[in-house]
C-alpha cells in the first residue's frame, strides 16, 4: 500500500522526529509503514518551502543511504540550498563534526579521503586486538559492583565501558571522561533537525575548545595512540586540514561511546522484558553475537539516519522527490519491516538476519561498527556470565528513557542480583 494522499497526524509525526513519542514508537511506526514505504511530512525544519519525505521501509531506506546519484549528505552541494548543519553556530568557537567538515556531511572525494585516513586505524584485525581491553575493563567495572548485590547499568557499566575504550584508543585522560560526558549529552539531546535547545552552544563551544587544547598538547608530547597518528597526518600536508583534524576527533570521541553505551542500557532492557529469551541467553552465550544484532534490529539506538537531500528530481516508490526535498529514512522502522523480517515485532536471539540498519548502510555506515560489535559481545557475555541473576530493581514503568534523534537511550537503569 503506498497512498500518498493519506497522511499521518502532523503532531504525531513532529514527536517522532523530535523525540517526544514517547518509549514505544512502534505501533505508529507500524502504522507509517501502512500509509506507505515513503509519505511526505511536515518539515522538521519550519518555514521551508521544500517538502520533506519520511523513509519507512527497508528497501527503499537502502535505495537512500547507498544511492549517491540521487541523494547527499551535503545540502550546500546543492544548487541555491544552505547547510542546515552550519545553523545557528558560532564562527570564533573551534570547529567539532557539528560545525566543521566530518564524514558525516561530505560525500564523494572529500568523504572518501577523510574515511580513508581513519579507516587505517579502524580496520576489523585492530578492532578486534582490542577484546582483550575490552575484556579487562568489563571486568574491572564488574568488580566494583560485584559484592553489593545492586547496580546502575547505565552509570556502572553501559556508559564507563565504551568511553573507557575509545579513550584508551585516542589517547584522551580517563580524568576528562566526566566533562565528555556533558558535553556528549548536550549534543545528543539539544540538537535535531534545525532544533537547538538553551545552552548547547555553549557545550559545543567548551567541546571544541576543549579539542583544539588536546590536540595541542598532543603536538608537544605526542604518544602512539590514534590522535597523534592523525596529527601525523595532518602535518604531512594536503590531506587533513587543521578544522578536519579537530572535526573528526570530536566525531570520534562522540560517537566512539554513545551508540555502544545505549546498545548495552537498552539491550540489557529488551533482555529482562523478555525473560524467556533472557534465559536462552543465559544458557548458551555463544549466542550472544546473534543476540547483539538481534537487539541492534529490534530497538537500535538510532531512530533515523541523518537526513539526506535529493540531488535531481526523482522518483523513490511511486513519490516524485523534487531537488533539494529532504529525505529522512527511519531505522527503526525499516528494521521491523514486515517485507523484510519474519515476525517483525518479536525478540528472537536466534533469528538469522540478512542485514539491519541500525548502524547505517553505504559509505556513511558506522566507521566504528567492528568495535561496538565486540563490545556488545563482551558486555553481554561477561554480565550473563559473572551476574546471571540479574532483575530490574525498580518499577518498569519508572525506567526513564531519553529521546533524541541522534540515539535513544535509558537514563539510568538499576538492577539487583
Known amino acids: 500500500m503506498n497512498n500518498s494522499d493519506q497522511r499521518l497526524p502532523e503532531k504525531a509525526v513532529l514527536g517522532l522526529l523530535s523525540g517526544e513519542s514517547g518509549e514505544n514508537p512502534f505501533p505508529l511506526f507500524a502504522q507509517i509503514r501502512e500509509v ?91 578492532m578486534e586486538s582490542l577484546r582483550p581491553r575490552v575484556q579487562k575493563i568489563a ?30 584508543m585516542l589517547g584522551v585522560p580517563r580524568s576528562d571522561q566526566v566533562k565528555i560526558r556533558e558535553w556528549s549529552g548536550a549534543i545528543a539531546h539539544g540538537l535535531g533537525l534545525g532544533r537547538e535547545e538553551p545552552g548547547v552552544a555553549e557545550q559545543i563551544r567548551a567541546f571544541g575548545e576543549y579539542i583544539a587544547k588536546l590536540v595541542a598538547d598532543k603536538r608537544q608530547h605526542p604518544d602512539d595512540e590514534l590522535i597523534s597518528q592523525l596529527i601525523a597526518i595532518e602535518e604531512e600536508g594536503d590531506q587533513l586540514s587543521e578544522t578536519e583534524l579537530l572535526s573528526m576527533i570530536s566525531l570520534l570521541i562522540f560517537a566512539g561511546h554513545e551508540t555502544t553505551s545505549n546498545l548495552i542500557a537498552t539491550g540489557t532492557l529488551m533482555l529482562l522484558d523478555h525473560p524467556e529469551q533472557l534465559e536462552k541467553l543465559k544458557t548458551d552465550l555463544h549466542l550472544v553475537p546473534s543476540a547483539v544484532e538481534e537487539l541492534l534490529r529490534f530497538n537500535g539506538p538510532a531512530t533515523i539516519s541523518g537526513p539526506r537531500f535529493a540531488i535531481k528530481d526523482t522518483e523513490l516508490a511511486g513519490q516524485q522527490i523534487k531537488k533539494g526535498d529532504m529525505v529522512i529514512p527511519v531505522l527503526k522502522s525499516a528494521n521491523r519491516d514486515e517485507l523484510q523480517f519474519e515476525e517483525p515485532e518479536e525478540l528472537d536471539i536466534t533469528r538469522t538476519i540478512k542485514r539491519h540498519l541500525a548502524l547505517g548502510h553505504g559509505i556513511h555506515s558506522c566507521l566504528g561498527a567492528p ?30 528513557w531519553k529521546f533524541t534523534l541522534s540515539s535513544q537511550g535509558l537514563t539510568s537503569l538499576p538492577v539487583t542480583f
Request: proline fraction near 7%; charged fraction near 25%; hydrophobic fraction near 35%.
Open 139 to 168: 571486568d574491572e567495572l564488574l568488580d566494583q559492583v560485584q559484592d553489593k548485590g545492586v547496580m546502575d547499568i547505565v552509570k556502572d557499566y553501559a556508559y564507563p565501558l565504551p568511553i573507557n575504550v575509545i579513550s584508551d
Open 371 to 400: 568495535l561496538a560489535r565486540i563490545e556488545g559481545d563482551v558486555a553481554f557475555s561477561t554480565l550473563l556470565r559473572r551476574i546471571p541473576n540479574l532483575r530490574l530493581n525498580v518499577p518498569r514503568d519508572s525506567v526513564i
Open 36 to 126: 506507505g514505504s515513503v509519505i511526505p511530512i511536515p518539515s522538521p525544519m519550519g518555514g521551508t518551502n521544500q517538502q520533506s519525505w519520511m523513509v519507512t521501509r527497508m528497501e527503499e531506506a537502502m535505495q537512500v543511504l547507498k544511492d549517491h546519484s540521487r541523494f547527499t549528505v551535503d545540502q550546500s552541494s546543492i544548487d541555491g540550498q544552505s547547510d542546515i548543519h552550519q545553523t545557528n553556530t558560532d564562527s570564533s568557537a573551534p570547529p567539532t563534526f557539528l560545525t566543521g567538515k566530518s564524514m558525516l556531511s561530505v560525500d564523494n572525494l572529500d568523504h572518501r579521503r577523510l574515511r580513508r585516513l581513519v579507516s587505517k586505524a579502524f580496520t576489523p584485525k585492530y
